[in-house]
């Protein structure tokens, strides 16, 4: 009997929603001749590309496999397939006497296909900006850049023929690999002359700039890794901007060395808040949504200072909004800090910022009394001086700068403030020999400074 019962009840139930349909029908006759249909899986095209590649690129497929795209119905058709007419048109083996056409390069202007407005605030970025840099154009600004890599780090000034792939290899080898290069193409639309795979401001020969992938690492595009430190670590580094090194020196680096795999990363964008994490990352502060503010994918947006360039300003024009910026970035820190640990660390950056520019408005001052007198050499490079001054800013002075920025106490002074004392006492040095002795002196009277 219990079985009979339980069938009529089915019945009844099957019967009321019948009934519950019709009368939504009914309310809502827009709705009910409508059929959602849900399809999953891929064009012919698509299938042959994934096919073909899980036989041939194993690791391409697995890590496209395991991501979002291949989770989202995206596969390598979609990103890689052009038009016909496109500058980077080519065909693999496999579509020789097709009409189907890729390219291995994607550039940021196929991702806006589906992230329109993380590429719009990209391009307004200083990640975009960086394709100046790649533009390599003696006779325009930047043809000192050009000088340093293609004739003293190429060798061209030992004979190392100019414009050869060896007088390049400097360049391609590292300053390309962040900065972005033009990209070069040969017979087959295939890039060539090493200019492709190359960084984040890479220009594309359909005209538009920008990587992704430096950060979201193809094939994966694994928002998790674009989120911690070490995705921006392969740039942020080093002598002259050592970012991560300072990040691990500070206390928001300590607590991410110490519980960081621990924490969850992969949370929707937007919904990436403290609790999440207990430290804030490179991401949390520069790009990610906090608080109130959104996500954004331009990197100028919340800073203050200017500390890349020769004198630190508050940034204008293409290096974004320093006023805006800083009260972006103090929306950031209240999340974790109070107004008066807030107010008291920008404070310190400021003084920092401002002892700085004293260093370098007596370096100019001083260069700028030499270049009347004739006292500066033709080549920067065998200057004492002048090699001294490129230091100044470009190594100990952007330590010194970001350290106090990032919290790192070490580099902001026994990198930074005590090595810029140490670069100015000889630079005065050098200025009151050859005042004095109103000449240049020999190469081997320089002083030296030590390691910079």
């Given at each position: 009997?219990?079985h009979?019962?339980?069938?009529?009840?089915?019945?009844?139930?099957?019967?009321?929603?019948?009934?519950?349909?019709?009368a939504?029908a009914?309310?809502?006759?827009?709705?009910?001749?409508?059929?959602?249909?849900?399809?999953?899986?891929?064009?012919?095209?698509?299938a042959?590309?994934?096919?073909?590649?899980?036989?041939?690129?194993?690791?391409?497929?697995?890590?496209?496999?395991?991501?979002?795209?291949a989770?989202?119905?995206?596969?390598?058709?979609?990103?890689?397939?052009?038009?016909?007419?496109?500058?980077?048109?080519?065909?693999?083996?496999?579509?020789k006497?097709?009409?189907?056409?890729?390219?291995?390069?994607?550039?940021?202007?196929?991702?806006?296909?589906c992230?329109?407005?993380?590429?719009?605030?990209?391009?307004?970025?200083?990640?975009?900006?960086?394709?100046?840099a790649?533009?390599?154009?003696?006779?325009?600004?930047?043809?000192?850049?050009?000088?340093l890599?293609?004739?003293?780090?190429?060798?061209?000034?030992?004979?190392?023929?100019?414009?050869?792939?060896?007088?390049?290899?400097?360049?391609?080898?590292?300053c390309?690999?962040?900065?972005?290069?033009?990209?070069?193409?040969?017979?087959d639309?295939?890039?060539?002359?090493?200019?492709?795979?190359?960084?984040?401001?890479?220009?594309?020969?359909?005209?538009?700039?920008g990587?992704?992938?430096?950060?979201?690492?193809?094939?994966?595009?694994?928002?998790?890794?674009?989120?911690?430190?070490?995705?921006?670590?392969?740039?942020?580094?080093?002598?002259?901007?050592?970012?991560?090194?300072?990040?691990?020196?500070?206390?928001?680096?300590q607590i991410?060395?110490?519980?960081?795999?621990?924490?969850?990363w992969?949370?929707?964008?937007g919904?990436w808040?403290?609790?999440?994490?207990?430290?804030?990352?490179?991401?949390?502060?520069h790009?990610?949504?906090?608080?109130?503010?959104?996500?954004?994918h331009?990197?100028?947006?919340?800073?203050?200072?200017?500390?890349?360039?020769?004198?630190?300003?508050?940034?204008?024009?293409v290096?974004g909004?320093?006023v805006k910026?800083?009260k972006?970035?103090?929306?950031?820190?209240?999340?974790?800090?109070?107004?008066?640990?807030?107010?008291?660390?920008?404070q310190?950056?400021?003084?920092a910022?401002?002892?700085?520019?004293?260093?370098?408005?007596?370096?100019?001052?001083?260069?700028?009394?030499?270049?009347?007198?004739?006292?500066l050499?033709?080549?920067?490079w065998?200057?004492?001086f002048?090699?001294?001054m490129?230091?100044?800013?470009?190594?100990?002075?952007?330590?010194a700068?970001?350290?106090?920025?990032?919290?790192?106490?070490?580099?902001?002074?026994?990198?930074?403030?005590?090595?810029?004392?140490?670069?100015?006492?000889?630079?005065?040095?050098?200025?009151?020999w050859?005042?004095?002795n109103?000449?240049?002196?020999?190469?081997?009277?320089?002083m030296?400074?030590?390691?910079?």
């Amino acid at each position: 009997m219990k079985h009979i019962y339980g069938k009529i009840g089915l019945i009844t139930l099957a019967g009321l929603l019948v009934w519950a349909g019709m009368a939504i029908a009914a309310d809502t006759p827009n709705l009910a001749p409508r059929k959602i249909e849900i399809q999953r899986g891929y064009t012919e095209e698509a299938a042959k590309c994934i096919e073909c590649h899980a036989e041939k690129t194993p690791g391409i497929y697995e890590d496209w496999k395991v991501g979002r795209m291949a989770n989202a119905g995206v596969s390598c058709y979609d990103c890689h397939n052009v038009e016909s007419n496109s500058p980077m048109a080519g065909q693999c083996s496999g579509l020789k006497g097709t009409k189907i056409f890729i390219s291995p390069m994607v550039s940021a202007k196929t991702c806006s296909r589906c992230h329109p407005s993380e590429v719009d605030e990209f391009m307004k970025s200083g990640h975009a900006d960086l394709s100046r840099a790649a533009v390599y154009d003696k006779n325009k600004s930047g043809g000192g850049l050009v000088k340093l890599q293609e004739h003293y780090e190429g060798a061209a000034f030992l004979g190392v023929e100019d414009g050869s792939l060896t007088n390049q290899a400097a360049r391609t080898s590292g300053c390309k690999v962040c900065h972005g290069s033009v990209v070069e193409l040969g017979p087959d639309n295939k890039p060539i002359n090493n200019t492709w795979p190359g960084g984040v401001g890479t220009l594309y020969p359909d005209g538009s700039v920008g990587t992704c992938t430096v950060c979201h690492t193809r094939h994966a595009f694994s928002v998790a890794e674009a989120r911690k430190p070490e995705a921006c670590a392969s740039c942020h580094l080093g002598p002259d901007h050592p970012h991560i090194e300072i990040y691990h020196e500070s206390k928001h680096g300590q607590i991410f060395l110490t519980e960081g795999e621990e924490w969850t990363w992969d949370s929707a964008s937007g919904t990436w808040q403290p609790g999440d994490y207990r430290a804030p990352t490179c991401a949390t502060c520069h790009m990610s949504g906090i608080g109130e503010l959104q996500t954004t994918h331009n990197v100028n947006e919340r800073l203050k200072w200017d500390l890349v360039h020769q004198r630190s300003e508050i940034r204008t024009g293409v290096r974004g909004d320093g006023v805006k910026g800083d009260k972006l970035m103090r929306k950031v820190c209240i999340n974790c800090h109070g107004p008066s640990h807030i107010d008291e660390t920008r404070q310190t950056l400021d003084s920092a910022v401002a002892l700085y520019n004293v260093y370098w408005d007596e370096a100019v001052k001083m260069k700028t009394e030499l270049a009347a007198k004739g006292l500066l050499g033709d080549d920067p490079w065998s200057d004492g001086f002048q090699e001294l001054m490129y230091f100044l800013w470009h190594h100990t002075g952007r330590r010194a700068r970001h350290g106090t920025a990032m919290f790192g106490p070490d580099y902001a002074h026994w990198h930074g403030f005590f090595q810029v004392f140490q670069v100015v006492k000889d630079m005065q040095g050098i200025y009151n020999w050859r005042l004095e002795n109103n000449k240049i002196e020999d190469l081997s009277t320089v002083m030296s400074t030590g390691p910079i």
